[in-house]
């Protein structure tokens, strides 16, 4: 069964660094999300991709954090500099169609980050 | 942001035993989504029922909607020690953001 691909599984920084995260989603797949899930707490949309253009990014930090899927296929998101609160989990889903409306949606295994 | 709340926060139960739980939200939903997901890995999806729906079974999963009271219901019967996982519940109003619930855990004993 296909399977969204994301790396690297776990990332442990120190403050001010620059990290990335890639995901690879399933393909054929438009619709790309890139969600953060604090421990204890449900996730939280970051940003949702259709094809290779941003349609929701208004819960990205956008100071520090940026995300690109530059051919419309995989997608990296990028911390710079990483601060202590964006220890967490960063999970990657993606869906067939546009939206949640009626969409499930797959994840990925997610990237831990820790930031020291 | 937004999130749906869900209780309880934790729950455990012996193997065997059904465990219900619930999620309430706030905004007019198009649809409600349950999702899974086992210790430190991603989301898998388990359900879903529309807005005009009230009741959906799937396999030991029957999930609940009640738009009047904005909540929902999930129940797993005949529960095992392999459905130890935290679920979520996720929904989209307004848009197509989907936004997800606090999450229970549940923990199943042998």
């Known amino acids: 069964e296909a399977e969204v691909a994301q790396s690297p599984r776990y990332k442990i920084t120190e403050k001010s660094q620059a990290v990335a995260f890639w995901c690879d989603p399933i393909?054929?797949?438009?619709?790309l999300y890139w969600y953060r899930q604090i421990l204890g707490q449900g996730p939280e949309l970051l940003v949702q991709?259709?094809?290779?253009?941003?349609?929701?990014d208004s819960q990205l930090p956008k100071d520090r954090f940026s995300a690109e899927r530059l051919k419309g296929v995989d997608s990296t998101l990028k911390i710079q500099p990483a601060e202590l609160g964006d220890s967490a989990m960063y999970l990657c889903a993606s869906s067939s169609t546009f939206g949640g409306t009626n969409e499930k949606l797959f994840f990925g295994s997610g990237t831990q980050l820790s930031v020291l | 942001s937004q999130q749906g709340e869900e209780d309880p926060q934790a729950l455990s139960i012996q193997e065997g035993e059904n465990a219900t739980m619930n999620c309430s939200y706030k905004t007019s939903i198009n649809n409600l989504q349950w999702y899974r997901q086992n210790s430190g890995r991603g989301l898998v999806h388990l359900i879903l029922?529309?807005?005009?729906?009230r009741e959906k079974h799937s396999g030991r999963l029957r999930v609940t909607l009640d738009t009047s009271k904005k909540s929902s219901s999930l129940l797993i019967t005949a529960s095992r020690a392999a459905d130890t996982a935290s679920y979520f519940c996720?929904?989209?109003?307004?848009?197509?953001?989907?936004?997800f619930g606090t999450g229970t855990q549940l923990k199943v004993e042998l």
């Open positions: 029922i529309r807005s005009n729906e």
């Open positions: 393909s054929g797949h438009a619709t």
């Open positions: 996720a929904f989209t109003g307004g848009g197509n953001k989907l936004t």
């Open positions: 991709f259709q094809d290779e253009s941003v349609v929701d």
